[in-house]
């Protein structure tokens, strides 16, 4: 004889002293944060940058852009705050680019120029184009045993427009790349056409040969 479903001893039935709990959903885990790219590679992790900022330390890593230079400018700006307080230390900007966008390269040194405390650079890679009025601009400026340097003039972003804005565009590229030979010329002491001309032929140096031109004062761990 069939049982009846509901009088089933089997049957499994809730326990009234004991209600099912109401359903929640897993618990989000994090996962790993990838690094933000750049374009100079991977991104520094973000308590690296805090650690370094923390030194006075601010990067300028791979090719120089205005968003980056953004960055760079609020980093010094920030920093400099430290000068008012009476602080004495620098601050250090450490190089490797190989150049970039030469009116990004302006935003820095436009910085530099206008911040109270001293600004020392140091070139632990490489340091090329526009970079080097960067390097310039500082008050101090040292390598790496191991870095190099590439004196090449500055390339002007893609002009698009009319003929007239072509026009002007170029020619405000000419007076701002006129400011970059004026500023290696006072830095390095070498003669203005000896600059255009190096910066025309890309001439490339060591970091021993970037002291002997003016490029650095020193070269760390060799003095």
Same mark, same amino acid.
């Given at each position: 004889?069939?049982?009846?479903?509901?009088?089933?001893?089997?049957?499994?039935?809730?326990?009234?002293?004991?209600?099912?709990?109401?359903?929640?959903?897993?618990?989000?885990?994090?996962?790993?944060?990838?690094?933000?790219?750049?374009?100079?590679?991977?991104?520094?992790?973000?308590?690296?940058?805090?650690?370094?900022?923390?030194?006075?330390?601010?990067?300028?890593?791979?090719?120089?852009?205005?968003?980056?230079?953004?960055?760079?400018?609020?980093?010094?700006?920030?920093?400099?705050?430290?000068?008012?307080?009476?602080?004495?230390?620098?601050?250090?900007?450490?190089?490797?680019?190989?150049?970039?966008?030469?009116?990004?390269?302006?935003?820095?040194?436009?910085?530099?120029?206008?911040?109270?405390?001293?600004?020392?650079?140091?070139?632990?890679?490489?340091?090329?184009?526009?970079?080097?009025?960067?390097?310039? =601009? +500082?008050? !101090? $400026?040292?390598?790496?045993?191991? %870095?190099?340097?590439?004196?090449?003039?500055? *390339?002007?972003? @893609?002009?698009?427009?009319?003929?007239?804005?072509?026009?002007?565009?170029?020619?405000?590229?000419?007076?701002?790349?006129?400011?970059?030979?004026?500023?290696?010329?006072?830095?390095?002491?070498?003669?203005?056409?000896?600059?255009?001309?190096?910066? =025309? +032929?890309? !001439? $490339?140096?060591?970091?021993?040969? %970037?002291?002997?031109?003016?490029?650095?004062? *020193?070269?760390? @761990?060799?003095?």
């Amino acid at each position: 004889m069939p049982v009846d479903p509901r009088h089933d001893p089997m049957r499994w039935r809730p326990n009234p002293a004991r209600p099912p709990e109401p359903w929640q959903p897993e618990p989000w885990q994090p996962g790993p944060v990838p690094p933000t790219p750049g374009d100079g590679g991977p991104g520094m992790p973000g308590w690296l940058e805090e650690r370094l900022f923390d030194q006075r330390i601010v990067m300028l890593r791979g090719t120089l852009t205005p968003s980056t230079a953004s960055g760079i400018a609020a980093a010094l700006l920030t920093l400099d705050g430290g000068a008012h307080t009476g602080d004495p230390a620098p601050v250090q900007l450490h190089i490797a680019s190989p150049g970039g966008d030469l009116v990004a390269a302006h935003t820095i040194i436009d910085v530099i120029d206008a911040m109270t405390g001293q600004v020392h650079a140091v070139v632990t890679s490489e340091a090329g184009g526009a970079v080097l009025a960067v390097l310039a =601009a +500082a008050d !101090r $400026r040292a390598a790496y045993r191991h %870095a190099r340097f590439t004196l090449a003039e500055p *390339r002007a972003a @893609g002009l698009t427009g009319t003929a007239d804005e072509v026009a002007a565009a170029a020619g405000q590229h000419l007076r701002e790349l006129e400011e970059v030979v004026l500023r290696l010329v006072e830095a390095t002491g070498q003669t203005r056409s000896r600059i255009e001309d190096d910066l =025309a +032929a890309g !001439r $490339r140096l060591s970091a021993a040969e %970037a002291k002997d031109y003016g490029l650095i004062d *020193r070269i760390i @761990g060799t003095d």
